[in-house]
C-alpha cells in the first residue's frame, strides 16, 4: 500500500538529511506506529506519502503508483485516497460537527442525499453521535479530534495518517481516540500513527517503525515504544556512552 523505496528528503545541503535512503513497505490493512524523536523525520515521511513534498533520491509509491510520476492535476485524486488526522484537529471554528464532516464530501461533489446518509453513520463509528449540531468549541478536545477522524475518513480512504493524533489529550482520552483508529483499521484502512505516545505503543503493541536521525533503526511486528531487546549484554555501555540496557527498558518503557 506504502512503499518507499530507499527515499532520502534534504531541506537545506548544509544540514543531514531529514530521511536518509529508507526503505520500508507498509501493506494493506496494517497497523504501523511510526516513532521517534523529535526531528527524527515522522512528518517528512508522512509529507512524501501526501506528495506535499519531493523525495530528493529514492521513490515513494502509493497503490503501487510511484508519487514522482503523478502529475500535478491528478495530486488531489491520490490525496482523496489519504485521510490525515493532525494533533491540532484543525476543524472549521464556525460550520458544526456535521457541516464538518460533510464539507469533506461536499469539496468532492458528493450529492446531498449521500452526503445525509453517510455522515450520521461515520459519526457513529467516531463515537459522536447526538452531537451532530454543536460548533467545535462546544466540544471536548476528544471530541473535536472524534470529528476530524470522521471528516478524515468519510470519503472511505485506503490509508489513514495520523500525525501524533493524541498529542494535545490527556491519557484517558488518548486512549478513547486511539479505540477509534483501530476500528477504523479493522474496517480495512490502513493506518500509519506518528506519536511520542509510549503507553499507546506499549498497551495495543502493534508494528513500531523507529526513526532517528532519517535513518529506520527499528521495525518490529507487535513492538513495545522502546525495545526490549538489548544492543549488547545489560550491563555493558554503549558505543555512545550510555548504558545499553536501562532499567526502565525492562519494565517495557
Ligand atoms: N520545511 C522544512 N525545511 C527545512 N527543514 C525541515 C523542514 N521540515 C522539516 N525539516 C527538518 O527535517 C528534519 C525532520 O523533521 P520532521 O518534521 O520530519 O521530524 P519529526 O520526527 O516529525 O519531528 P516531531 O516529532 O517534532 O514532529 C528536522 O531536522 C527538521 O528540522
Do not use: C
Not at 7 to 21: E, F, G, H, S
Amino acid at each position: 500500500m506504502i512503499r518507499f523505496d530507499t527515499v532520502t528528503k534534504v531541506y537545506d545541503r548544509k544540514t543531514r538529511p531529514a530521511l536518509d535512503k529508507i526503505s520500508l513497505e507498509i501493506d494493506r490493512g496494517e497497523f504501523a506506529f511510526l516513532v521517534g524523536s523529535s526531528g527524527s523525520g515522522k512528518s517528512t515521511f508522512l509529507r512524501l506519502v501526501l506528495k506535499e513534498d519531493r523525495a530528493t533520491g529514492g521513490a515513494v509509491y502509493v497503490a503501487g503508483q510511484n508519487v514522482a510520476n503523478i502529475s500535478s492535476w491528478r495530486v488531489p485524486k491520490l490525496r482523496r485516497g489519504i485521510g490525515v488526522v493532525f494533533q491540532d484537529f484543525r476543524l472549521l471554528p464556525q460550520k458544526t460537527v456535521f457541516a464538518n464532516v460533510a464539507f469533506a464530501m461536499q469539496v468532492i461533489g458528493k450529492n446531498r442525499s449521500v452526503i445525509r446518509e453517510t455522515v450520521p453513520e461515520v459519526l457513529k463509528t467516531v463515537g459522536l453521535e447526538g452531537k451532530e449540531n454543536r460548533l467545535p468549541h462546544e466540544l471536548s478536545g476528544g471530541e473535536q479530534q472524534r470529528v476530524a477522524i470522521a471528516r478524515a475518513v468519510v470519503n472511505k480512504p485506503g490509508i489513514l495518517l495520523a500525525d501524533e493524533p493524541t498529542g494535545n489529550l490527556d491519557p484517558d482520552t488518548s486512549l478513547g481516540i486511539m479505540k477509534v483508529l483501530d476500528k477504523i483499521n479493522q474496517n480495512g484502512t490502513t493506518v500509519v500513527m506518528a506519536t511520542h505516545d509510549d503507553d499507546i505503543v506499549n498497551q495495543y503493541r502493534k508494528r513500531v517503525v523507529e526513526l532517528r536521525n532519517g535513518v529506520i533503526v527499528r521495525d518490529e511486528a507487535r513492538a513495545l515504544y522502546t525495545s526490549m531487546i538489548p544492543k549488547v549484554a545489560p550491563g555493558t555501555v554503549d558505543s555512545d556512552g550510555q548504558d545499553a540496557y536501562p532499567a526502565e527498558q525492562e519494565s517495557g518503557k
